[in-house]
């Protein structure tokens, strides 16, 4: 239900906490780490936390069996640079032979659905994942991946990691995604759910974030103490309930997030008591005024 991001996170740690914090992740079951290689398009970061986490996760005592990785693959610079140099390098800079799944995205031009469903079958066939899904793609260039994939049986992507959480819901819950999760084709991984940390408390982030995509991010800061009064009023913190929300959403495979302390990790647990104690309809319930996006064209996230 748990993955852990690498956007800013390993990169920020003490090394040793970064160890236990994976250690203690593999202990409650949420080893699952989103790992990715910022090194082009907006992501030209030159981060190391690709290179942090692999020295981590084997100092942490981990064997490649014992967690789940999900790679990135990004679509800024492809084809010119190709998805077999992209997953060389990855993998090279983690230190592993193979991912378990990963994300195919952004972009902000058109691209060639076709061509990229063929190569990521050419890479599943190498041996370097399994399976994949996309991030942000507009809807009709997923259902089109789904479509092409199906007919020439090849490998079709089974999730999308969108942008998703108690303030933004349009593209996963309106006509762009809702469809495509309520009849199963795919599945959703909730992402960038604590809008950098703003639905965490953090009012003004000191650290990159992601996108505003509608240009709502003043209005998302004014909400953050109904946000607060809400979780409070249900005995939870504000990213429990964060978390809870996108768990009660039936297509959520899991809730993606970033965290740089070991207490930050043992809150957000408490989001699973959180949805058991209260219930989805319930948690559904109190926070429907917070979808603050209704009338974005969320329809990709740029």
């Not at 398009?41 to 690709?50: I, L, Y």
């Not at 993998?91 to 076709?114: E, F, H």
């Not at 909730?190 to 650290?207: H, M, N, Q, T, Y």
Request: aromatic letters at 10%; glycine letters at 10%; charged letters at 20%.
């Amino acid at each position: 239900m748990f993955a852990l991001g690498s956007w800013s996170t390993w990169d920020r740690m003490e090394f040793d906490d970064s160890v236990a914090l994976i250690r203690r992740a593999a202990d409650v079951g949420a080893a699952f780490f989103d790992v990715a290689h910022y090194n082009m398009g907006p992501h030209a970061e030159n981060a190391r936390t690709d290179l942090i986490f692999g020295e981590a996760v084997r100092a942490a005592g981990l064997a490649r069996a014992d967690y789940l990785l999900c790679g990135k693959l990004w679509l800024w610079e492809y084809p010119t640079t190709s998805f077999a140099s992209q997953m060389q390098t990855s993998l090279s800079r983690i230190g592993i032979d193979k991912a378990d799944t990963v994300v195919v995205g952004d972009y902000m031009s058109p691209i060639d659905v076709r061509q990229v469903v063929a190569d990521v079958a050419a890479e599943i066939a190498a041996g370097r994942f399994d399976s994949w899904g996309v991030n942000n793609w507009q809807a009709a260039d997923i259902t089109l991946a789904l479509d092409f994939a199906e007919a020439e049986g090849l490998t079709p992507p089974t999730f999308a990691q969108l942008k998703y959480g108690l303030v933004r819901r349009t593209m996963a819950e309106g006509e762009h995604y809702g469809e495509l999760f309520r009849s199963g084709r795919l599945a959703l991984q909730a992402s960038d759910i604590f809008e950098g940390g703003i639905l965490a408390g953090k009012l003004v982030p000191a650290r990159k974030i992601g996108a505003d995509v509608g240009g709502i991010r003043e209005q998302i800061v004014a909400a953050y103490p109904e946000v607060e009064r809400i979780a409070t009023g249900l005995g939870a913190t504000p990213t429990q309930l964060g978390i809870a929300f996108c768990l009660a959403n039936p297509a959520t495979a899991n809730v993606l997030f970033g965290v740089s302390r070991l207490e930050q990790l043992e809150d957000n647990l408490g989001a699973l008591a959180l949805l058991e104690r209260i219930g989805a309809e319930a948690i559904r319930s109190a926070t429907a005024e917070l979808w603050l996006d209704r009338g974005v064209n969320a329809d990709g996230s740029w």
